[in-house]
């Protein structure tokens, strides 16, 4: 055994890990400047800030951290689920200092200050995780998801659009989703409908997208279909407040009295949002007479 490689073992070498040498020499590289010229200069300070230099380094490569970020993440995750926002950003802050390439951690964080409406945030870390990993379509829907909140349709559409690229993203009907309803905003009404349809094709026992699809067809003058999808929406969830609200004002605008009744009842009955339900209230009232 010489120690050395042959041509096979360097095709054996995945991209990322060749990147990752590339960058680790890079760092080399510089370090050793560095360290000459704080030879050179005797600087305490130099040489401090060249340890803190190989820490960091170390700590991108280095299993154990690694293995420690992930485990941090988990627990952020965790947080996450049970609505813990600040107690999540601050393990997905720790993840982060172990492994400053955790795209898990950069995403989670775009998460959580997006919740917090600090949008410019958001979009920083999700373009972060993104840079670790381009076919990030997690990252990129939910990229996806904060132009949605600030408006910007297009853009939001990019995102989803990048999103989808991905052959082997786990979540394509909720990046069709969120596409249709970013046409569905800007007025595109017939590319609304066909990014809906695309992610009821995946996922055909989808609420969300059939209530979605409604809404579509009511811009578009089909009121039968959106019955149509509304009911087979509720037929799924029945304590489905919008689609009940949606297709009551439908029955109500045709002159099906008892129909929009029975819809309107179905939304003061269900623990949903409180506005809906003063609504409802009013329509049922004008409906006595």
């Not at 017939?190 to 209530?211: D, S, T």
Request: glycine residues 4%; aromatic residues 12%; charged residues 25%.
């Amino acid at each position: 055994m010489t120690g050395k490689l042959s041509a096979n073992s360097y095709r054996n070498i995945s991209s990322t890990q060749l990147n990752r040498f590339i960058e680790f020499s890079s760092q080399v590289a510089l370090s050793l400047v560095f360290v000459k010229r704080c030879a050179l200069r005797h600087s305490v300070l130099c040489s401090a800030l060249l340890a803190m230099f190989f820490f960091s380094c170390a700590a991108i490569s280095n299993p154990e951290y690694i293995k420690q970020a992930n485990t941090h993440n988990k627990i952020g995750r965790t947080y996450l689920n049970n609505g813990q926002l600040n107690e999540a950003s601050i393990e997905f802050q720790k993840a982060l200092k172990l492994n400053r390439n955790s795209k898990e951690a950069l995403n989670y964080l775009g998460y959580v200050h997006a919740r917090f409406k600090k949008y410019d945030d958001a979009i920083s870390y999700y373009k972060r995780a993104i840079a670790v990993d381009p076919d990030y379509s997690d990252a990129m829907n939910n990229l996806g998801t904060v132009f949605l909140d600030l408006e910007n349709w297009d853009e939001a559409i990019k995102s989803f659009d990048a999103a989808l690229r991905n052959p082997i993203y786990r979540s394509p009907d909720k990046a069709h989703l969120s596409k249709g309803y970013a046409y569905y905003k800007k007025g595109d009404y017939i590319n609304a409908e066909n990014a809906i349809k695309e992610a009821l094709m995946l996922n055909p026992v989808f609420p969300f997208a059939m209530y979605r699809l409604g809404l579509v067809y009511i811009e578009l003058d089909r009121d039968d279909a959106a019955i149509k999808e509304f009911k087979k929406a509720i037929g799924i969830m029945p304590d489905y407040v919008d689609a009940h609200f949606e297709i009551a004002k439908i029955y109500l605008r045709s002159g099906r009295k008892s129909k929009a009744l029975k819809h309107f009842t179905e939304v003061v009955d269900a623990d949903g949002d409180i506005e809906k339900r003063r609504e409802a209230l009013m329509y049922i009232e004008l409906l006595k007479y």
